[in-house]
C-alpha cells in the first residue's frame, strides 16, 4: 500500500477503497476518495449548461483535502479553471505540472514575481492594486498579462465599486501591460432562503458594473458569480463560468444537495487505551469530564493539533466506532482526544471514524457550531493522506 508522507510529493494508492477500509492502518490518516470527487464534479456539471466552463476552487489544500492530487484528477476531467488564495498555493500546483489557467483570488503585491513566473491570473480588486501591478509589469516591458476584475457586489470583503467603474477604465486604457479576462464578483448567502432578495440583488448590482465595464473595454471578458450553493439554486446566473470549492468535496450547505454528493474525505483514527473509571473519576485537562457512574473511555490519536478543535468535548461531537456513536468526553488534548464507549465493545487498535460519508464533516461541525468549511480546512498537515483512485 502507497501512502503520502508527504503533502508535495502525493503517491496516489491503487487499492480499490472497499478493500483499504478493511485493511487496518496503525495511525491517524485521511483517506481521499478521487471517485467521489471525479463523482461530484459530474453532478454539479449537470446543473450546467454545456458552454458553462467550471473552475474549481483547491485553496487552503483543497479543503484540507490534497491540493495536487486533487487537481491532478479534476484537470484529467476537464475543469477550465483552478482557484486559489495566495500565490504560493498557485506555485506548487504549477510544481506538479498543473497547466490549466489559475485564478489567483487574493494577490499580494509582495507575490508579484512568483504570480507572473507561474502564470498565475491575479483577481485586481481594488484601484491601489491595479496601479501597483501596472507598474511592475510596465517596468518589466510585459504585455498583455491576464487579470480578473473583482467586483463587491455586497459581501464587504474585498472588490472594486460601482464608482471605480470610471478609474477602472482609464488606468487600463493607459496600458498594454494588462488584458482583462473575466469580471467577478462573489455571492455572500447563496445557501440562505431568506437572503433570496438580497442575493438577486447582488446579482443585479453585477450586472450592472459588467456592463459598465465592458462598456469601456475594446472587449467583453467572461464573467461569473456563482458558487457551490449558487450553482444550485441561482442557475439562471451560471454566465460563463461558476467556481464551487466546497461542493466538490462532497457538502452542498443544504441536507437536499448533499444527499447529491460523496464526503471524499474519510478521517480514521486508531484507541491507543482503554480506561475503565469509577463513578467520581476525572478525565482529562483540568477535570473537564468527571463521571456520575462506572464509564468506560477509549483514548484516541487524534487531538486540536490535528485540527480536532476544542470547541469539541463537554458534549459536543463524537466519532464512529463499529458503526456506534461514542460522545468526545473533557477537554480536546493537542494529541488525543477520549470517547465513551462505555456501551461499545472495542479494544487497543481499533479504527474510529472522525468524519466521512459515514459521519459528515457538516454533522460533526454543527454539533459545535461551526460549519464543514472550518472544519476540514483545519486538518492538519501532520496526519497521513492516503489516496484513492480506483
Known amino acids: ?51 458553462t466552463s467550471f473552475l474549481a476552487v483547491v485553496k487552503a489544500f483543497s479543503y484540507g483535502h490534497e491540493a495536487a ?29 498543473i497547466q490549466t489557467p489559475i485564478l489567483l483570488l487574493h494577490p499580494l503585491p509582495g507575490h508579484f514575481e512568483s504570480i507572473v513566473a507561474h502564470r498565475l491570473e491575479p483577481s485586481l480588486y481594488s484601484l491601489d492594486l491595479i ?27 474585498l472588490g472594486l465599486s460601482l464608482k ?39 446579482i443585479n448590482r453585477f450586472e450592472a458594473f459588467y456592463e459598465g465595464v465592458t462598456l469601456g473595454l475594446n472587449h467583453k471578458p467572461f464573467r461569473h458569480i456563482l458558487n457551490t450553493s449558487g450553482i444550485f439554486n441561482y442557475p439562471e446566473a451560471q454566465y460563463n463560468m461558476v467556481r464551487s470549492g466546497i461542493g466538490l468535496y462532497g457538502y452542498g450547505n443544504d441536507t437536499q444537495f448533499d444527499a447529491l454528493l460523496q464526503p471524499v474525505a474519510r478521517l480514521i483514527t ?20 468527571q463521571t456520575n457512574q462506572a464509564m468506560t473511555t ?39 482526544i477520549m470517547v465513551d464507549v462505555t456501551n461499545i465493545p472495542c479494544q487497543n487498535g481499533d479504527q474510529a471514524i472522525v468524519l466521512g460519508p459515514e459521519l459528515p ?13 472550518e472544519l476540514l480546512t483545519s486538518l492538519s498537515q501532520r496526519i497521513k493522506r492516503v489516496v484513492i483512485d480506483s
Request: aromatic share 6%.
Open 1 to 51: 500500500m502507497n501512502a503520502l508522507s508527504s503533502p508535495m510529493k502525493p503517491v496516489p494508492v491503487t487499492t480499490p477503497f472497499h478493500c483499504l477500509r478493511a485493511m487496518t492502518l496503525q495511525e491517524t490518516h485521511l483517506e481521499i476518495n478521487l471517485k467521489a470527487l471525479a463523482h461530484n464534479y459530474s453532478v454539479l456539471r449537470s446543473r450546467l449548461q454545456p458552454q
Open 69 to 97: 492530487v486533487v487537481a491532478q484528477k479534476l484537470e484529467a476531467l476537464g475543469v477550465n479553471y483552478f482557484g486559489v488564495a495566495y500565490a504560493p498555493e498557485g506555485s506548487n500546483l504549477r510544481h506538479h505540472d
Open 131 to 157: 496601479t501597483q501591478l501596472i507598474t511592475y509589469l510596465e517596468q518589466r516591458n510585459i504585455e498583455d498579462f491576464p487579470v480578473h476584475l473583482k467586483f463587491n457586489s455586497g459581501l464587504n470583503r
Open 164 to 202: 471605480d467603474i470610471p478609474d477602472v477604465l482609464e488606468r487600463l486604457a493607459q496600458t498594454k501591460s494588462v488584458r482583462v479576462v473575466s469580471v467577478f464578483s462573489h455571492l455572500a448567502a447563496s445557501e440562505d432562503p431568506k437572503e433570496d432578495a438580497f442575493s438577486r440583488n447582488q
Open 270 to 289: 486508531i484507541i491507543t487505551q482503554i480506561h475503565h473509571l469509577d463513578p467520581g473519576a476525572s478525565v482529562g485537562y483540568n477535570r473537564g469530564h
Open 298 to 336: 477509549a483514548t484516541l490519536a487524534i487531538g486540536h493539533a490535528d485540527g480536532i478543535s476544542r470547541l469539541y468535548g463537554q458534549g459536543k461531537g463524537w466519532v464512529l466506532i463499529h458503526g456506534q456513536k461514542a460522545p468526545i468526553v473533557g477537554n480536546v488534548c493537542m494529541d488525543m
Open 361 to 373: 464533516a457538516s454533522s460533526l461541525a454543527e454539533s459545535a457550531g461551526t460549519i464543514s468549511y
